[in-house]
């Protein structure tokens, strides 16, 4: 994340043993047994990847057809669309502010995408398992490859007609969306748990990603009107970590994010090397755990995925791998049912509240809840919004999560 892209790269690149390859190896715990179609999800490298993929063409999103580029949601200057109560988070926000260190690099030192542009996915070519980021509002749908966000870490877009922020911190592995009203988010060069903490160029609030809510108001550019945000969380979609072939074999009208970004970059290289490489989800060997410091540090699996879901009351971890594997996990948030249920075309799941403990099975056309089917992500039950992360960063958050499959 922000150590590491540019400037920074020489600073945590040996903190975290980074090197330049394509992460070739084959990590050690992707199971046999688990289903092949799921397992280059899950470690196994592309090896297709490599070499120039031609993203350089693309144009504003209002130009291509379909496209909605103009926010149709209007926003007053300053103002950022939040959640009417605060996510749980599993220390203060003292605390967190306590151990937030420098990436080695100022804000804005990562640059983030303020004017993407876009290729109609029909007119892309690239290996099917090349890593994207999926987002669909309102019948709007983009990718955006892993490959470019690795360089930038948030991308200020409008999807569905409404002002977002895409986001991606490569050292948490952790894809998130959010709304961001009338404000623009930046790199602000600071992390806490390894993850990145984003900042608004109106108020300059600091928001760590994973934990979506403000720790504090930074101090270069200190002002009384952000602090109205401190403790407050940020409204959240769904970003679909994935891969090219089964995002665009789902979306066909897809459109994807082109490497015309304004920015000399060489979006060929990562340059986390094999920490969180563009041929592979993630390294796995106990060489690359992190090293940056924690708030609190889990025992074993640290870079396992799992699919973490909050709300204002509690955290639950599903593991990724367990739940492909099992299509249905259950666990709890307090003495909430929450139920968890694989997206098996899309390599990944949701997350709900179950309160009534209804049963949850497996279909031919998805799932069945007390008879009633529905495909995974539009159950008949309370969605939680839930993401991708690594299990060493989630745990840093939320040391008392509910762990499912771990």
């Known amino acids: 994340m922000s150590a590491l892209a540019t400037t920074g790269l020489g600073g945590l690149a040996g903190c975290l043993g980074g090197s330049s390859d394509n992460g070739t190896e084959n990590p050690s715990n992707v199971s046999e047994t688990l289903p092949e179609d799921f397992q280059i999800d899950l470690g196994v490298p592309c090896t297709e990847t490599g070499g120039s993929i031609d993203l350089s063409g693309g144009t504003r999103p209002k130009e291509i057809e379909g496209a909605r580029g103009s926010p149709e949601t209007t926003y007053e200057a300053g103002e950022i669309p939040l959640r009417e109560t605060q996510l749980y988070l599993g ?31 029909g007119d892309v070519t690239m290996p099917p398992c090349e890593r994207v980021f999926g987002v669909a509002i309102d019948g709007d749908v983009r990718a955006y490859p892993q490959r470019i966000l690795v360089g930038h870490e948030v991308v200020n877009d409008v999807v569905g007609g409404e002002p977002v922020a895409i986001t991606y911190c490569p050292l948490t592995g952790t894809a998130q969306g959010f709304y ?29 990603q994973l934990a979506a809510t403000a720790i504090e108001v930074g101090g270069e550019r200190p002002t009384s009107r952000g602090e109205r945000f401190v403790g407050r969380s940020l409204a959240e979609f769904r970003v679909i970590w994935t891969t090219w072939d089964r995002w665009s074999r789902k979306h066909p009208d897809t459109l994807v994010l082109s490497e015309d970004t304004g920015f000399a970059r060489n979006y060929n290289r990562d340059p986390y090397g094999s920490y969180t490489p563009v041929s592979g989800h993630y390294a796995l060997e ?32 599903f593991d990724k791998w367990s739940l492909l594997k099992e299509s249905v996990l259950n666990g709890s948030i307090g003495s909430t049912p929450i139920v968890a249920v694989a997206d098996k075309e899309l390599a990944t799941g949701y ?8 049963e949850v099975r497996g279909t031919d056309e998805g799932y069945a809840v007390d008879g009633v089917s529905g495909p995974p992500e539009k159950l008949p039950l309370d969605e939680i919004l839930g993401f991708e992360a690594m299990w060493f960063a989630w745990h840093g958050y939320y040391p008392d999560t509910n762990r499912v499959g771990l």
């Open 91 to 121: 220390h203060d926000l003292k605390t967190l502010v306590e151990n937030h260190l420098s990436g080695g690099v100022a804000h804005d030192g990562i640059p983030s995408i303020d004017q993407p542009k876009f290729v109609a996915g």
């Open 180 to 208: 961001r009203g009338g404000v623009t988010f930046g790199v602000s060069g600071q992390l806490v748990n390894s993850n990145l903490i984003m900042w608004d160029r109106e108020f300059d609030v600091r928001w760590p």
């Open 286 to 317: 106990t060489d690359r755990r992190p090293k940056l410091p924690l708030v609190t540090a889990p025992e074993g699996q640290e870079k396992r995925v799992v699919i973490g879901a909050r709300t204002s009351e509690g955290a639950i971890a």
């Open 351 to 358: 997350v709900y509240s179950n309160p009534t403990d209804a």
